[in-house]
């Protein structure tokens, strides 16, 4: 029988959701794996051009490349609008310890990062790279794109199903995370002004 702490509830968008097969990690709301966001290094994507097709699902841990940091695939790659997405995550749990560790680490909420990896030619004079490839996906501690971040948490939907009242805790998360985003925004805003 599954145990469920009633009493801890973390409330946000890509919610991890633990069911079925013990090596896949599903997300509640698909996760944007990339999009056409501005990054930490002042790039970004140009989303239409980014070719997805060829690339074959391989998940690293760090950007490894060895054979020994491949830690898992991903499950249901796909683009929508301005943004690639994935379902999941199926880590090779029997084949490799280092997918036990980084599985861990996500369901626990200490990792929570993915990165990409792309071939392509450099940015254009604005940041925007074009005509790339999609050829990796890694688990990182912490990603380029701000939106790259699986959060560990139980929804406000679960929240509700245990009959746990969530008014206050969703009127508290919708604040702070709005207020979050907004000052991460005028950041970078400010950097890219700076330039």
């Given at each position: 029988?599954?145990k469920?702490?009633?009493?801890?509830?973390?409330?946000?968008?890509?919610s991890?959701?633990?069911?079925?097969?013990?090596?896949i990690v599903?997300?509640?709301?698909?996760?944007?794996i990339?999009?056409?966001?501005?990054?930490w290094?002042?790039?970004?994507y140009?989303?239409?051009?980014?070719?997805?097709?060829?690339?074959?699902?391989?998940?690293?841990?760090?950007?490894?490349?060895?054979?020994?940091d491949?830690?898992?695939?991903?499950?249901?790659?796909?683009?929508n609008?301005?943004?690639?997405?994935?379902?999941?995550?199926?880590?090779?749990v029997?084949?490799?310890?280092?997918?036990?560790?980084?599985?861990?680490l996500?369901?626990?909420?200490?990792?929570?990062?993915?990165?990409?990896?792309?071939?392509g030619g450099?940015?254009?004079?604005?940041g925007?790279w074009h005509n790339?490839?999609l050829?990796?996906?890694?688990?990182?501690?912490?990603?380029n794109?701000?939106?790259?971040?699986?959060v560990?948490?139980?929804?406000?939907?679960e929240?509700?199903?245990?009959g746990?009242?969530?008014?206050?805790?969703?009127?508290l998360?919708?604040?702070?995370?709005?207020?979050?985003?907004k000052?991460t925004?005028?950041?970078l805003?400010?950097?890219?002004?700076?330039l």
């Open positions: 029988m599954e469920k702490n009633e009493n801890f509830i973390t409330l946000e968008k890509n991890i959701k633990q069911g079925g097969e013990d090596d599903n997300f509640a709301e698909p996760l944007a990339t999009d056409d966001s501005r990054q290094n002042m790039t970004c140009d989303i239409n051009t980014l070719d997805i097709s060829d690339y074959d699902g391989v998940v690293t841990a760090n950007h490894g490349q060895e054979i020994s491949v830690i898992g695939k991903v499950v249901n790659l796909r683009k609008g301005n943004k690639v997405l994935i379902d999941g995550i199926k880590f090779a029997k084949e490799n310890p280092l997918a036990v560790l980084a599985k861990n996500m369901l626990g909420g200490f990792v929570s990062g993915v990165s990409i990896e792309t071939i450099d940015p254009d004079n604005d925007i790339h490839r050829c990796g996906l890694s688990i990182v501690a912490h990603p794109n701000l939106n790259a971040y699986a560990i948490s139980n929804s406000i939907n929240a509700k199903s245990y746990l009242k969530t008014d206050r805790i969703e009127k998360i919708n604040t702070d995370v709005k207020d979050k985003v000052r925004s005028n950041r805003n400010k950097i890219i002004d700076s």
